[in-house]
């Protein structure tokens, strides 16, 4: 199994599934990462991002679970920091919806445009539009491929070995960046400037079932799917929000 193949293999791993309900937690150590930019503070992206107020906090943690039934439906629940429900969003063919559990209000937008109902002939995948992005990059891994501002290079990916997670046969990837003196640092949600980045990628679908970016022997970010069904049979409404709030909650302008 050569580099190609598997770069050729993951960027269609959006082809292999159209529902799924996944569980993902981030870590992303801040104190680390902003010693990390620093190394790259010639790069402006770099300059900018060290300004950024996220810096006041040490550390970053994040989890989201994640209903999808493509191509619109879709449920979100937000945790920050985990264990902690602080939104859900969701919507499908006719309705985009948020309701937020501390102040039991609720928003819904009954119209908007919509999108063709074939999503194959869409440049990406509708649920980029809808899902955090670190969710996203996981279940669409072609994004490591695009080229964003300061791209100089492709990233290139190696196998390093294979394991056994969640149950699921997973490939053992690294992949070099080697950009990063002009590279967006902010480029993606779940591959932060590091000199290693190390991948696990489900053999079956070719979507990440982890990144970690590593500087030495420091952990930069982790993003790791704790749980993931494909194509489980959910009810359409189970993606309204009417299933999601009580009769206290207020809808916002009411």
Known sequence: MNGDWLSSYIAEADRRYEAMHISVTQT???AIYKSVLKHWRMNPSAQATLASPMFR???RRSHWNVWLSRPYRRK?????????????TGGDESQYWQAFPASKTYHVTEKYEQLPADEAS????YFRTWLPPAVS???????????????RSDPVISVTGSAKVLNRDVIVASLDV???????VSWSETIFPAEHQELLIDRETGILLRVRSMS???LVSSCTVDDIVFDDTVDPGFFSVLDWIGEDWIADGK
């Open 178 to 184: 080697a950009d990063w003196e002009t590279r967006a």
């Open 122 to 125: 869409a440049p990406w995948p």
């Open 28 to 30: 992303v150590n801040l």
């Open 216 to 218: 030495g022997s420091r």
């Open 137 to 151: 990059e996981l279940i669409y891994p072609a994004f490591i491929w695009e080229q964003p501002e300061g791209y």
């Open 57 to 59: 906090e040490s550390v």
């Open 76 to 88: 979100i629940d937000y945790y920050r920091p985990p264990g902690m429900l602080i939104e859900m």
